[in-house]
């Protein structure tokens, strides 16, 4: 195979997430001052820790970032999920074949808190293919773009990373696999909360693909 192993970001590669994780920012920014549309929110926010964008936050509503503002985004947040959320089209049954193609040697990178990362794929389904290979960019030294999260999970499998494919929808998260070696494969839908092949491969993805049904017959 040309790959040893592939590396999977979660919001909006596995999950469906980012209308639902946005929604409630957007509510929550408004309620300090900070008053814009879902759109201009996902412009802003999607593929970012919230917590990285603390001096931002700050700056347009006047008022500190706490951890206490945090921690009621993460609960409001998660409520959402489990209300709302869903896989991304095709992306349990291609998971379960890329996991059996690759004898298992498949992790999920996320940008997300360690929490948030475990609810979705339990919620999705997903959790019995990554179950030991979760990692997230709150617990690395520098998250996304930076690599650090893609090369924790490529040294926890035994892979090189430039040996590693990293799937990706945002341009953040390309810049991230981009840095650790990988080669990344774009995945942009069509559909809002991903951004557009144009930009995709312009952060450096190799391919970019917009059915993740197709992704097993690309990664061979």
């Known amino acids: 195979m040309k790959f040893d192993a592939v590396l999977f970001d979660c919001d909006g590669v596995l999950v469906d997430s980012e209308l639902i994780t946005n929604g409630v920012l957007r509510d929550m920014l408004e309620e300090l001052g900070w008053a814009m549309t879902l759109e201009a929110c996902m412009r802003v926010f999607v593929g970012k ?3 990285d964008e603390a001096a931002l936050i700050e700056q347009r509503t006047g008022q500190p ?3 206490a503002w945090l921690t009621q985004f993460r609960e409001r947040r998660n409520a959402g999920l489990m209300r709302e959320l869903v896989a991304i089209e095709g992306a349990v049954s291609a998971v379960a074949h890329i996991h059996d193609t690759f004898g298992g040697r498949i992790a999920c990178a996320s940008g997300a808190d360690r929490i948030k990362v475990e609810l979705q794929l ?3 389904g997903l959790m019995p293919y990554f179950e030991g290979r979760i990692f997230s960019g709150h617990e690395m030294p520098q998250s996304k773009p930076a690599p650090d999260v893609y090369l924790a999970a490529a040294k926890a499998l035994g892979a090189d990373a430039m040996r590693c494919a990293v799937v990706e929808d945002t341009v953040t998260g390309v810049m991230a696999g981009v840095a650790a070696g990988a080669t990344v494969f774009g995945y942009s839908p069509g559909s809002a909360g991903h951004d557009a092949p144009q930009a995709l ?4 993805a190799t391919l970019v693909f917009a059915r993740m049904q197709d992704l097993p017959l690309l990664l061979a």
């Open 49 to 51: 820790a919230v917590k």
């Open 65 to 67: 970032l706490t951890d």
């Open 122 to 124: 339990h919620k999705c």
């Open 201 to 204: 491969r312009a952060a450096g």
